[in-house]
């Protein structure tokens, strides 16, 4: 029996007088990789960053409803705690360029300043430079700046980064926006090679790259949940229309 | 169409010619103090305390002075503006963050002079007497402005993905600050220290009723200390030949200073580059 690691219940965002998501209920499998899909503006992104509070940064965004992660609910927790279980990697991959590829890997220990002795510190940056397939890449230049990477490094970087934190869930916006098929396709194969550790929900514009990775898909449509189920069936014999308009490339 | 021609090489002749003016005062500066200056420089003038005329003195109280009362500026004025630069940037449509946007730059409208007086009124009187620590604080308002722009601008610049990246790892606003964003706009920050310390180091006025000037070495911030612009504005306008060349010389020795801080600095930005 699968369990359930996140659920959002009735969850309703607003920029200001502006309603961007419309009573969300979702339900996300532990260990399983969930796509989240839609078109431009549809809310993606919004629902992403509701899931680790990441919205909080921004004044006149409001959010109503509840998230639970496993049953405790998440705007009970101090946002901090929430953002070092519920991992983050954003669209345009972002090292911090004043910091080596060792300390970037590490970054999330140095930011909140959780000290960490020396063996520690060497054995998070192998482990988990070995868990993206940079390890082997990387390991001569780890005190090098991590901005000198090519751009498909540098996102399995920023994966090694929120990895290295041992997150419960890693939110994905669009990690492959920016790069190259190859990159993309080497992204792709990490992620499915990471659910075995930890739970993914990404983002994503590609319904080629949900098909061939996730196991669930979610489909928002001008801020509302259309459809929700295991890929298999959302890619065969979708419930409701619009998504099998988009699913066929109607719009977009 | 020959007139349009001849319109536009008149044009691009002008503007070459105006800028070749606008370089021309830099050199004629250079070369006028190179001229001088360089008979001025031995090792007397670097070695020797001010003396009386006939005495072949130095300037090495004042150099000291310049570096003491410049450097303690530099201490006062950085936390403050760098901090001051932060919340501008950071909270751009609090009231007290555009009061200060704005009133830092009334500072910088304020005549240098018109600094050294209020700071004599604050400064001089409660603590009785003339001292560099009032030098170092007429001088540190003054390059308050320049720096607290200087912060705000560069901090404005950073990207928004690497704040978010530092808060989606768990760090908080002060630890995003500290760790990320002032890191990243640290060579913005540097350049505008550099740019006001070559301004406070040439100031002359805000000196005047502060740190007074001293004819002795002295390395007590709470007694009158002498500085370079102070000697060179008493011996300029003295009437003696001797003490003309050691103006001259202090001045290429307080241009060396600001040009030798400026390199090290660059240097250790493009390090921290890198």
């Known amino acids: 029996m699968e369990s359930i690691i996140l659920t959002v219940e009735n969850l309703n965002v607003f920029y200001g007088e502006h309603q961007v998501l419309f009573n969300i209920n979702l339900k996300v499998h532990e260990k399983k990789i969930t796509a989240i899909m839609g078109p431009s503006g549809c809310g993606k992104s ?3 960053r509701s899931i680790n509070r990441m919205h909080e940064l921004y004044k006149d965004v409001k959010v109503e409803g509840r998230i639970y992660l496993k049953s405790e609910d998440i705007f009970q927790m101090p946002p901090e705690e929430v953002r070092s279980k519920i991992g983050m990697v954003f669209q345009r991959p972002n090292p911090f360029p004043h910091m080596s590829i060792y300390d970037n890997v590490i970054a999330g220990y140095i930011l909140r300043g959780i000290k960490l002795k020396k063996e520690e510190r060497d054995e998070i940056v192998e482990k988990n ?23 498909g490094q540098q996102q399995r970087l920023c994966i090694a980064r929120a990895l290295a934190m041992n997150p419960d ?12 098929p190859q990159a993309t396709a080497k992204i792709e194969e990490l992620l499915v090679d990471l659910k075995e550790r930890v739970t993914i929900l990404i983002v994503t514009h590609n319904i ?14 001008n801020g509302v949940l259309v459809e929700f189920g295991p890929s298999t069936k959302i890619f065969t014999t979708p419930e409701n229309k619009v998504t099998e308009e988009f699913l066929s490339g109607k719009f977009g | 169409m020959k007139t349009r021609k001849y319109m536009d090489k008149i044009f691009k002749a002008g503007i070459i010619t105006f800028s070749i003016l606008t370089i021309a005062p830099l050199f004629i500066i250079l070369i006028t103090l190179l001229k001088w200056g360089i008979n001025a420089l031995n090792l007397d003038l670097i070695t020797k305390i001010q003396r009386p005329v006939g005495e072949r003195g130095g300037a090495l109280n004042s150099i000291v002075g310049t570096l003491i009362i410049t450097t303690i500026a530099t201490i006062i004025a950085s936390p403050i503006s760098i901090l001051a630069g932060v919340y501008v940037a950071e909270f751009p449509d609090k009231l007290i963050s555009k009061i200060t946007a704005v009133s830092s730059r009334l500072i910088a409208g304020i005549p240098s002079i018109v600094i050294g007086i209020v700071v004599y009124l604050w400064c001089v009187k409660p603590m009785g ?5 009032a030098g170092s604080i007429a001088l540190a308002i003054m390059m308050i402005p320049n720096v607290v722009t200087a912060t705000a601008e560069s901090i404005m610049m950073i990207p928004k993905d690497y704040r978010e990246a530092s808060r989606s790892l ?9 760790k990320v964003i002032i890191p990243f706009a640290l060579p913005g920050i540097l350049t505008g220290l550099l740019s006001s ?27 009158p200390m002498s500085a370079l612009p102070l000697l060179i504005y008493n011996y ?19 241009i060396l200073i600001v040009f030798l801080v400026s390199i090290i600095s660059r240097l250790g930005v493009k390090k921290w580059k890198a």
């Not at chain 1, 390890?135 to 090098?144: A, C, G, I, S, T």
């Not at chain 1, 080629?208 to 449509?221: H, K, P």
């Not at chain 2, 300029?236 to 307080?254: D, F, K, M, V």
Request: hydrophobic share 45%.
């Open chain 1, 46 to 48: 919004t629902l992403l």
């Open chain 2, 129 to 133: 007497g003339y001292s560099a620590l």
């Open chain 1, 129 to 151: 430079l070995k868990s993206v397939g940079l390890w082997e890449e990387v390991k001569d230049k780890l005190f090098k700046k991590g901005t000198f990477l090519s751009g």
């Open chain 2, 236 to 254: 300029a306008t003295s009437p003696y030949r001797e003490w003309h060349q050691i103006a001259w010389g202090a001045s290429l020795i307080l």
């Open chain 1, 208 to 221: 080629g790259q949900a098909s061939r990775i996730s196991d669930y898909v979610a489909f928002l449509y």
């Open chain 1, 169 to 180: 869930i890693i939110l994905l916006d669009e990690p492959t926006s920016s790069l190259d």
């Open chain 2, 170 to 178: 768990g760090a908080n606003f002060t630890r995003t600050t500290l």
């Open chain 2, 197 to 223: 310390f070559s301004r406070i180091a040439g100031e002359t006025a805000p000196l005047l009723f502060t740190s007074f000037g001293n004819p002795f070495l002295n390395l007590n911030i709470l007694k």
